[in-house]
Every structure is written in C-alpha cells, then in structure tokens.
C-alpha cells in the first residue's frame, strides 16, 4: 500500500495492477503489459525468482526490480542472474524509490558495485565454470580490459581516464561486451566477469592483477 501511494502520487508514474504472489504476478503482467515490475522476493505458490527469471525470458519483457530487505539473500542475487536490473529495499524512502523506480525505467542498474561485490562475495564459486572461462575468449584485449575495471566498480569515466580513452569509446567497448557475452547490462557484466575469473574476489576496486 505504501509503495502503490508514493508511486501513484507521480504524474508520471501509475500503478496499473497489484498481484499476491509469483504466479498472480506472471498472470496480471501478461495481461498488462507493464513497463516496470516491483518483485518480491519470497512468496507463496512461485517465489520472486522462478517469476523474474520467467519473466525476463518472455519477448519484450518488463524491467523488474527486486524489492529486499538488502541484507542480500542468495534469493536477490539470483534474480540478478535471472536478469533483474537491480535492487529496491523495502524500508526505503518515498524520495529514493521514486529515484530508483525511474532510473530502472531509463534503461540504468539499480546496484552499487559495493553491493554487488558483496553479493559476489557470498554466492559465487570459487571456481569459474569451462564455458565461462571460454567465453571470455570472444573479447579483445582491451575490451576485457573495461569489463575487468567495471566489475571493480569504476564509472565509465574513471575507466576513461585510467585507459586514456575517451568516454564515448569506453562505452562503446562495454557495448561490445554485452553484446558479445550476450549479457543483459552492467549488473550481469559484473557478474560474468567473477564468475569466468576475470576477476577474482579480495581485488581491489581500480586494482590491477599481476
């Protein structure tokens, strides 16, 4: 109730239905057609992940954004991977959820990189996957070399300045990433560069690896 009033107080923004659980939800977006999806995590009948992941593999998907108590459950990192755009806490703040409900809409990841590392932390294993470590291959130096400094939590500008590049062309070598690796954004860019070993867990945010 409390997020459907600071939402539906926006002229911009208008709730356009309600579910009780992942199945319900599933049903009332396929039938709504919304742009933006505020998923739980625990549910009854279908849990917040078996529906993000559902969901985002349906044509033209909704943008769906967690919402977590944020002490990062291994539920929210799933639906990381399942191709959530980040995270919403349920305690937050009327100003903030406005915040970050529009810059979802926009196309932007609603994750700190701090957040994310520790995600990574916690749910990744230790050992990258063959096929990962594989795909890796599909880059160029230098592209990897921007995959390695966005997963350490630089902007693009920071990554500008660092490869003495210009901002432009650091996006468009994090564009070729995504593109390449099939990944859906930052977020998953992130955490394809732990889970191939790129870069490992304890680097340092801007660290280079010998």
Same mark, same amino acid.
């Given at each position: +109730?409390?997020?459907? +009033?600071?939402?539906?107080?926006?002229?911009?923004?208008?709730?356009?239905?309600?579910?009780?659980?992942?199945?319900?939800? =599933?049903?009332?977006?396929? #039938?709504?057609?919304?742009?933006?999806?505020?998923?739980?995590?625990?549910?009854?009948?279908?849990?917040?992940?078996?529906?993000?992941?559902?969901?985002?593999?349906?044509?033209?998907?909704?943008?769906?954004?967690?919402?977590?108590?944020?002490?990062?459950?291994?539920?929210? %990192?799933? @639906? =990381?991977?399942a191709g959530a755009s &980040? /995270?919403?806490?349920?305690?937050? =703040?009327?100003? #903030?959820?406005?915040?970050?409900?529009? @810059?979802?809409?926009?196309?932007?990841?609603?994750?700190?990189?701090?957040?994310?590392?520790? !995600?990574?932390?916690? %749910?990744?294993?230790?050992?990258?996957?063959?096929?990962?470590?594989?795909?890796?291959?599909?880059?160029?130096?230098r592209e990897r070399d921007?995959?390695?400094?966005?997963?350490?939590?630089?902007?693009?500008? #920071?990554? @500008?300045?660092?490869? /003495?590049?210009?901002?432009?062309?650091?996006?468009?070598?994090?564009?070729?990433? !995504?593109?390449?690796?099939?990944?859906?954004?930052?977020?998953?860019?992130?955490? /394809?560069? %732990?889970?191939? &070993?790129?870069?490992?867990?304890?680097?340092?945010? &801007?660290?280079?690896?010998?």
């Amino acid at each position: +109730m409390g997020l459907r +009033m600071v939402l539906d107080s926006q002229p911009d923004l208008t709730v356009v239905g309600e579910a009780a659980d992942g199945r319900a939800a =599933l049903e009332r977006s396929a #039938e709504l057609r919304p742009d933006l999806v505020l998923m739980d995590v625990r549910m009854p009948e279908v849990d917040g992940l078996a529906a993000t992941r559902e969901l985002c593999a349906r044509p033209s998907p909704p943008k769906v954004l967690v919402v977590t108590t944020f002490d990062l459950d291994e539920y929210a %990192y799933g @639906a =990381l991977r399942a191709g959530a755009s &980040g /995270f919403l806490v349920k305690d937050a =703040l009327g100003e #903030e959820i406005l915040v970050t409900v529009r @810059a979802v809409l926009r196309g932007d990841v609603m994750m700190a990189p701090s957040a994310l590392r520790r !995600l990574v932390e916690r %749910y990744v294993l230790p050992s990258a996957p063959a096929a990962e470590r594989g795909r890796l291959a599909r880059l160029t130096d230098r592209e990897r070399d921007v995959l390695a400094l966005v997963a350490r939590g630089l902007s693009n500008t #920071e990554i @500008a300045a660092r490869l /003495f590049l210009g901002e432009t062309t650091v996006k468009t070598h994090l564009g070729r990433v !995504l593109g390449k690796l099939d990944l859906r954004d930052r977020v998953h860019a992130v955490i /394809f560069a %732990y889970e191939s &070993g790129l870069v490992r867990v304890g680097d340092r945010p &801007g660290a280079d690896r010998g």
